[in-house]
């Protein structure tokens, strides 16, 4: 269930490539030039400290430590490695995990929840229907992605979301939605 979430995040990071993403090397060199800018680690830590309002934790702080070294140091596209990647894709299943302990640490109820307001953690999985579902996958795109997610992407989400549902605790499901949308190449583009 997870291999295939990853699966749908490297598809969406080809895409995004192939869309534009201006890498010089390979099949593709020369077609493209680079015209989207990619965040840095320092401002991949500026967005997620924004998107989630979380207060870093160790393994937040630890991750942040893997990924200084493995995200590019300029905001470039040219400089964006699958190390870099991974080190942001490392770096958004952090805090995303430390933004929803902290979310079904709150009451259900109150519209006081970053991103799971409607889930009730006593339910577990099997209170995530079709419309909590579809709520916090739009919440998740707002917050990393500043924007709605299409009706493609909101049915890819989804099926990850039912894939990570066999077997998967709600933490599991909900932290698999999460990263793959914080992990996306339009929470790492400008």
Not at 10 to 37: D, K, N, Q, Y
Not at 55 to 71: C, F, K, S, V, W
Not at 136 to 164: C, G, H, I, K, N
Not at 165 to 174: A, F, M
Request: proline letters at 4%; charged letters at 20%.
């Amino acid at each position: 269930m997870f291999l295939t979430s990853l699966k749908l995040i490297a598809f969406g990071f080809l895409l995004g490539c192939l869309a534009g993403c201006g890498l010089e090397s390979g099949p593709l060199r020369g077609l493209m030039s680079g015209t989207v800018g990619v965040k840095n680690f320092a401002q991949a830590k500026i967005h997620f400290d924004d998107a989630t309002e979380v207060q870093p934790d160790g393994d937040i702080n630890n991750t942040q430590a893997l990924a200084n070294i493995l995200l590019p140091g300029a905001s470039d596209v040219h400089n964006l490695s699958p190390e870099g990647f991974l080190g942001f894709l490392g770096l958004a299943g952090a805090y995303c995990e430390q933004m929803i302990d902290t979310d079904l640490a709150l009451p259900d109820t109150g519209g006081i929840r970053r991103a799971l307001d409607g889930v009730i953690k006593a339910s577990g999985v099997a209170g995530l229907n079709p419309a909590i579902r579809t709520k916090v996958l739009r919440r998740y795109t707002e917050l990393f992605w500043r924007r709605q997610p299409t009706s493609e992407e909101e049915a890819s989400l989804m099926e990850a979301l039912s894939e990570a549902e066999q077997g998967g605790s709600l933490k599991q499901v909900l932290l698999v939605g999460c990263t793959i949308v914080a992990g996306g190449v339009d929470s790492l583009r400008f």
